[in-house]
């Protein structure tokens, strides 16, 4: 748990006026912006400065430097935010909250993501944005959502210095994001195990996996477009 001096060093850096003195040296600040309506025309950054003073808390129990990033909200404030929502950063709920907030890589949200999300949510508390949570759940059971949503996580989870997203990412992805509605998912997660036949995913690959994932394996077209890491894969299926 940080200090006042500490909190009040954070909050300088973002010039914002924080009325934090009638807070204990015991009292987590998050909960100012858990509790607090704001008023986003005129005190919207009061909610990024007080998250991002929770991200800070928590980067904090694992590093001996004051983060760097004064404008984003780090990983382990991402973890702090999304334990605050109720989930883990394992649950697949998280997916559709990044999406709907436009968030552009994972395990961050900058400053401006947040403030535009929140304010496309219509949010301004925790308390309401956990009230959105049958929301995120309906970006699963509507195709068009989740298509976009799907599609919009290849970005999301690439490094942004690469064209291609690395292979264990897209495994564990495809575990969490299909893996309970298309069988076909295991197999061709042991599959890349096993053969490793590559070892990036390129935005094509990612992109047909949604189709191939629910297709009637049994009348698979190899002449069909589907990339050739598919054929690959209904070669090896057959022959096991």
């Not at 219509?122 to 956990?130: A, F, G, P, Q, S």
Request: hydrophobic share 35%; net charge negative; glycine share 2%.
């Amino acid at each position: 748990m940080t200090t006042m001096k500490s909190t009040r060093h954070y909050v300088r850096q973002f010039r914002v006026r924080l009325r934090l003195n009638s807070l204990s040296e015991n009292d987590k600040p998050v909960k100012s912006y858990q509790t607090t309506t704001i008023d986003w025309t005129k005190k919207i950054d009061t909610v990024l400065v007080l998250l991002w003073v929770r991200s800070q808390v928590a980067q904090q129990q694992h590093t001996t430097h004051l983060s760097d990033s004064p404008n984003k909200i780090t990983p382990d404030g991402n973890r702090q935010f999304f334990e605050d929502l109720g989930l883990s950063i394992e649950d697949s709920l998280i997916f559709a909250i990044a999406w709907k907030m436009h968030t552009s890589t994972m395990g961050y949200i900058t400053k401006d993501e947040w403030m535009l999300g929140m304010k496309e949510l219509e949010t301004d508390t925790m308390e309401k944005l956990r009230a959105k949570r049958l929301d995120f759940e309906k970006v699963f059971d509507d195709p068009d959502q989740f298509k976009e949503m799907y599609k919009y996580t290849f970005f999301y989870a690439k490094n942004k210095d690469q064209k291609c997203m690395e292979i264990e990412t897209a495994l564990v992805l495809w575990e969490t994001l299909l893996g309970e509605k298309y069988p076909i998912v295991n197999d061709f997660v042991t599959f890349l195990q096993e053969k490793k036949p590559v070892r990036v995913i390129n935005r094509d690959q990612w992109q047909s996996f949604l189709e191939f994932a629910s297709t009637d394996i049994s009348e698979y077209d190899e002449s069909s477009a589907w990339p050739v890491l598919f054929d690959e894969f209904v070669e090896w299926r057959a022959e096991k």
